[in-house]
């Protein structure tokens, strides 16, 4: 199991606000590391949403932000929309771990 | 435009062997962080390897021994020679590249990926 731990689902109507957290510790997030989120579709290539905690690459609405403190982060998505189902994962780096790079456990956005 | 396009993967035996390619278009392999990163089965993603633009390579634990990370600069391809598979390596290889944000202490973030190519190992 991963060191950074989502929730395995969220779901919201179309519309709605969801938010995905990112529960890490003090050897990932709480050493100031920052978190990265991205999307994806199971076949297709994953699609970075958020890097450095809260910003957004060109290309990406701002229906999407990012945030961070202390040991999480999270991402929201406001004005939820059908093509935001997907699985999202959060992204950083663990000290007490010999893997540079950890992904979250993975939440699954359902939209109702 | 920044393209990545994985092959190699297919059915192999357990303790057999596997190279990966990741063909990059719109941007120099050799001047970029470029990784391997995995998603088994109803699981979630795994970092696997990445090589750096000076050429220093990192594996994550359950793969160290087994895989090498690679690049062919005239080729522009990143690769992954997988040796003494396992069933648990069984899963869609995606190739990423890498950026910096901040400090160099900070961890790469990935900005470009390859729709994948899936390795199964089973008999």
């Known amino acids: 199991q991963s060191v950074l731990t989502q929730p395995p689902s969220v779901s919201g109507a179309p519309g709605q606000r969801v938010t995905i957290s990112c529960t890490g510790s003090?050897?990932?997030?709480?050493?100031?590391?920052?978190v990265h989120w991205y999307q994806h579709l199971p076949g297709t290539a994953p699609k970075l949403l958020i890097y450095?905690?809260?910003n957004r690459p060109s290309g990406v609405p701002d229906r999407f932000s990012g945030s961070k403190s202390g040991t999480s982060a999270s991402l929201a998505i406001t004005g939820l929309q059908a093509d935001d189902e997907a699985d999202y994962y959060c992204?950083?780096?663990?000290?007490?771990?010999?893997?540079?790079?950890?992904f979250g456990t993975g939440t699954k956005v359902t939209v109702l | 435009e920044v393209q990545l396009v994985e092959s190699g993967g297919g059915l192999i035996q357990p303790g057999g062997s596997l190279r990966l390619s990741c063909a990059a278009s719109?941007?120099?392999?050799?001047?970029?962080?470029m990784s391997w990163v995995r998603q088994a089965p109803g699981k979630g993603l795994e970092w696997v390897s990445i090589?750096?633009?000076?050429?220093?390579?990192y594996y994550a634990d359950s793969v160290k021994g087994r895989f090498t990370i690679s690049r062919d600069n005239s080729k522009n391809t990143l690769y992954l020679q997988m040796n003494s598979l396992r069933a648990e390596d069984t899963a869609v290889y995606y190739c990423?590249?890498?950026?910096?944000?901040?400090?160099?202490?900070?961890?790469?973030?990935?900005?470009?990926w390859g729709q994948g190519t899936l390795v199964t190992v089973s008999s």
């Open positions: 990423a590249r890498g950026l910096r944000f901040g400090e160099p202490r900070q961890p790469l973030y990935f900005d470009y």
């Open positions: 719109g941007f120099t392999v050799s001047s970029n962080y």
């Open positions: 090589i750096y633009s000076g050429g220093s390579t």
């Open positions: 003090s050897s990932n997030i709480g050493a100031s590391y920052d």
């Open positions: 450095g905690n809260s």
């Open positions: 992204q950083s780096y663990d000290s007490s771990l010999n893997a540079f790079y950890v």
